[in-house]
């Protein structure tokens, strides 16, 4: 059968609320939250049981990733301007300018991007379905795509070959 068709799952319940801030070089963010929407397209072929690949997998994939993330603080572990270091129970935040954040450890998650931006969230949540998707891969899937919303009408993608 033709590979081209594409299921898109967009719910609701697809969400997590989380604290962040945007830091590079020269800029810094306040602390502030959003309240996340993910949403997952994904593209291949049509298996013999009618699907590309059921939603049902796909929405369970997707809600680990935002319950992990779900009232956290969003740490970029791979930032270039701030240090992030372990103080016993702590997760501590230096910035450039010695500005520092210190955070219970268990309300963070720290992640390996340089900024915790729309486009590097949704980065990481495809790779995390991608290794959650990847036992389905023999089903002829070929190109899946996140899109994360930080705000209605505001949303980043990212699409990678899988
Ligand atoms: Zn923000």
Redesign the pocket.
Known sequence: MSADYRIVVQKDSLKFSAA???AYKGFR?RL?G?NYQVSVAISGSVGADGYVLDFGIVKRVTRTVCEELDERVLVPARSDCLTVAREGPSVVLTYEDGARFLFPAADCVLLPIVHVSAEELAEYVLSRLRDGLDRHAMRGLTEIEVGVS?APGQAAYRRAEL
Do not use: A, L, Q
Request: charged share 30%; aromatic share 14%.
């Open positions: 962040h801030f945007i963010e502030h959003h930080e």
